[in-house]
Structure formats: structure tokens, C-alpha cells
């Protein structure tokens, strides 16, 4: 595989300037260039209990959320970390908590059945990072710049649903908090 100027495969048009600095994977054939297959884009949504972590923002160590997600899609998916480009919809301080982190990740291959990625992805992280959601996200989609809303709250605020057990597995002492 070879990169080659968007420009040579497509002519700039004069709206579009940037077409002339993107490049784009192509495959080099005997008459030209064509481009590849474009990577699939999947969305995750996670919960995580942020106790044991520095943080969401990769570093190997103190262990982040996103370097333990990333070694999960590694041994799931078989890629390099280059190769899985995860992004998460912000970074979060060290002990931080999440009920819906959204980020996404590549792949140059298609899942059939998303539940058996679902399911590797939570078989494969610790109890304390769980993947709610697995879902196809469009090519426009971006985890943090098509982000809507950032709520940051305590704890005792986000105790929802299937989360309330996660975390409550970790922090027994929490039962009598007030959930607003």
C-alpha cells in the first residue's frame, strides 16, 4: 500500500483547496491508482469505575481507561494500536467515574454479529470497565467533536440503571447515598 495525493485520483475542485494536502490510502495498479476500502467505524459507549485509573487519556503506565480498552480491541480485534485509532469524547481526571463515555474505533473488517464483539470486549476488560454499547457509526461521526453535551457530576448523581451494580461492587459504603 502506498499513499498518494487525493488530488491525483480525483481532480481538485476550486471550492475544495484541502483536497490538495489530504492524502488518501490508494492501491497502485497498472493504469493509475485507485483507492482502498475505507476502514468500518464503530461507537462505543462505556462505564467505567475511574478508582484504579489515571485517567481516561492513553499512557502505559499508571493503567488508563483507553490503554486498557485499547488492549482489549488488540487481543479482540488483532490489530495494532495504530491500526484501532480509539478516541474517546474527552479526557477525564485520575478516579473519575463514567456512566456513558462515547469513543470509537477502526477496523478494515466488518462485524457480522456486533454481540460477539460485545461480548470479547467485556469478557476481555477488568469488572470495573464494562462496554454498554457497540454500535456502526457514520464516516461524519466523531466521538469527540460530534459530542452534544459534557456532564461531569459525583458519583451519587450518575447511579443509573445496570451502572448502580458495577459500582456499587466497588464502593459497598455508597448504598445510602442520595441519587438525584
Known sequence: MSYAAAALVVPPSPVSFLSLNSFAPVE??????KPIQQDYKWRLVLAYDGTHYAGWQYQQS???VQCTV???????????RKDLRLVG??????GVHAWGQV??????????????????????????I???????????FHARFSAKTLSCKKLQNILLGS???????????????RIL
Open 62 to 64: 499508571p493503567p488508563t
Open 103 to 128: 469513543a470509537h474505533f477502526f477496523t478494515p473488517f466488518n462485524y457480522e454479529h456486533l454481540e460477539e464483539i460485545h461480548a470479547a470486549l467485556n469478557g476481555l476488560l477488568p469488572t470495573d
Open 130 to 140: 464494562r462496554v454498554r454499547e457497540i454500535s456502526p457509526a457514520s464516516a461524519e
Open 28 to 33: 497502485e495498479l497498472e493504469h493509475g491508482v
Open 70 to 80: 485499547e488492549k482489549a480491541l488488540m487481543k479482540s480485534t488483532k490489530l495494532e
Open 89 to 94: 469524547a474527552s479526557r477525564t481526571d485520575t
Open 163 to 177: 451502572m448502580t451494580s458495577l459500582l456499587l461492587q466497588m464502593h459497598p459504603t455508597m448504598i445510602g447515598c
